[in-house]
Every structure is written in C-alpha cells, then in structure tokens.
Nanobody, 127 residues
Framework: QVQLVESGGGLVQAGGSLRLSCAASGRTFSSYSMGWFRQVPGKEREFVAAITWGGTDTYYTDSVKGRFTISRDNAKNTVYLQMNSLKPEDTAVYYC????????????????????WGEGTLVTVSS
C-alpha cells in the first residue's frame, strides 16, 4: 500500500504560479510512475500530467501544455507539479496518483493506470 499526501494548493490570481508537491511513502518510490489529476465539483476527475518512474518521460493534457511541468525527486520520494500562467479554469481539487504495480503506466486509459489517490489539495485561481 502507498500513502500519498499533497500540499501546495491555495488561492492565486490569474497569471500567477503555484507548485504542488506530493509526498509518497510505503513502497519504493523510484519504481513507480506518478500522476496528477484534477476535479471540479460536479464533473469527472480529469488527467493533468504524468511522469514515468525514472522521470525520462512526461505526459500532459493539452490544456496545460506549456504552462505546467511535472517532475520528481526520487531521493525525496516526492513528485511536483509546477503550474505557471494559471487561469480561472484551472480551479479544481488536484490529486496525486500512483499505480498499483511498478514500471507501469497505461497511456491508453483515462486514468493512466493509476490506482492509488491522495486526499487532494484545492487550487483556486481568481480572475
């Protein structure tokens, strides 16, 4: 079992930046891909970004390309989401996620094969 704890959310003006962090524990972090998802009340959770276990490959939903950057520090068991040029439509609860098995990511599935989720951190972007 893995535990995921997000932090870094908050209120920011449009055009501003935030960096989300997700601390993972309970297994060998460096063997697992990681992802970020977001959800607005009343809507389905959507994929934002993902990174492979070694950090060599990253994936983004089209709406955040060029503005968000996912990265990881395997020595700190932490994955980050740097969010720049934030827009009001980025307002959501952001969730960190991880798969159940190592060296795995399913880019053909909507959830990228993620099975474990954190509690989420709220990001609010004001106009």
């Amino acid at each position: 079992q893995v535990q995921l704890v997000e932090s870094g959310g908050g209120l920011v003006q449009a055009g501003g930046s935030l960096r989300l962090s997700c601390a993972a524990s309970g297994r060998t972090f460096s063997s697992y891909s990681m992802g970020w998802f977001r959800q607005v009340p009343g809507k389905e959770r959507e994929f934002v970004a993902a990174i492979t276990w070694g950090g060599t490959d990253t994936y983004y939903t089209d709406s955040v390309k060029g503005r968000f950057t996912i990265s990881r520090d395997n020595a700190k068991n932490t994955v980050y989401l740097q969010m720049n040029s934030l827009k009001p439509e980025d307002t959501a609860v952001y969730y960190c996620a991880a798969p159940s098995r190592p060296y795995f990511m399913d880019t053909d599935s909507r959830d990228y094969g993620m099975r474990f989720w954190g509690e989420g951190t709220l990001v609010t972007v004001s106009s």
